[in-house]
């Protein structure tokens, strides 16, 4: 828990902020960021591939204009700057909780033509990701 006091920082009269996070799963604290807003289940068609882009037990949070959270739909081939959009097909964990789920990857036969799982750590007011590479090139995690 942080606490901010603010006459001791000169700053004008305010509330006291108090901010609590909800999980005590080390990988809330301990994650690589990423911003990229190539990744958005929005942006067009490209070749861009997770396919050697991560390692298990490295996890993942995304943030920013880039997304905040894998799409839980599909977007349908080609998006993300990507062939084959990969999307989250599980139930999401509730706050604390860490879950194993499937990410789909969509082509023009199916919205789930191949797949991989991942875990997903809730930690309150945001995700945290355990990826693994997908199986083949042009395929990419999608945010939103």
Do not use: E, K
């Not at 789920?101 to 930690?123: D, E, H, K, L």
């Amino acid at each position: 828990m942080i606490s901010l006091n603010c006459s001791s920082l000169h700053l004008p009269p305010c509330d006291r902020t108090t901010t609590t996070t909800t999980s005590t799963a080390a990988q809330c604290y301990s994650y690589t960021t990423i911003n990229d807003v190539t990744r958005l289940a929005t942006a067009g068609n490209g070749l861009t591939s997770d396919y050697s882009s991560f390692s298990t037990g490295t996890w993942i949070r995304f943030s920013g204009a880039g997304g905040t959270q894998i799409t839980t739909s599909s977007p349908g081939q080609y998006h993300c700057t990507a062939q084959y959009s990969g999307w989250y097909a599980g139930s999401l964990p509730s706050p604390g909780g860490t879950v194993n789920g499937t990410v789909c990857y969509a082509n023009s036969a199916s919205s789930c033509y191949y797949a991989n799982i991942i875990s997903v750590t809730n930690c309150g007011s945001f995700y945290v990701y355990d990826l693994v590479n997908p199986s083949m090139s042009y395929m990419r995690y999608c945010t939103v």
